[in-house]
């Protein structure tokens, strides 16, 4: 048993440092080469980031509602232990700060630190990444089979993702302000 928990620990650890070595990797090649249209390359790489980690935002909620009807110590309620950990660290962690990081390299490119939409965006994105924080909690919880709280009450978190998301590319692509 302890065997095995140091071996995922290994492992996990592994993959982590591989993905920091690549990020960093590409990054520096696009530090030092300076491509032209390093701006829209940035840009496009932000966007898919945000693709990831919104898909992962919508989804994991969706998933506690499930879980919340499947008796704990159920094999059921095992396999979502193991999909909602799976998501969050391999999909909605990494794709997190990819986003972040691209977007203030964007920033810092582009100029736009004084943009009043950008700062509407930022908090925004903000409150999305603090919802993130709670995401991370609650996966804990029902991974130690403590959730007390409702379908419901995530079927209702469920939408917020999404009204923020709205408001976040509506501000990223009209700058109304
Ligand atoms: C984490 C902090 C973030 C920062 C600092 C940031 C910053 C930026 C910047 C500076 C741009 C370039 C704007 C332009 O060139 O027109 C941009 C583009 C964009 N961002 Fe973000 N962003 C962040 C997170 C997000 C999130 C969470 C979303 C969506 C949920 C998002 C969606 C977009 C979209 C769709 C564009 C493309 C806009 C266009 O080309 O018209 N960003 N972001």
Redesign the pocket.
Known sequence: MTERLVLQFVRRYLRAEIAIAVTLAIAGVLVFAKPSGL?LWL?AF??IA?IA??AGMLYLPRLFVYHCDAEPGSRQSETFKVMERRLLTVIINPAMVA??AL??W??WE?G?HQAHW?QA??LL?IV??GLHGFYVRWVRDFGNDRNRRSAKFYRIINEVPTV??IG??LL??L?PF
């Open positions: 701006y840009k932000h966007v945000v980690w919104m986003t972040w977007g203030l964007l920033v582009g736009w950008l965006k930022f994105v999305l990444s923020l998301m976040i590319v990223a692509v700058k």
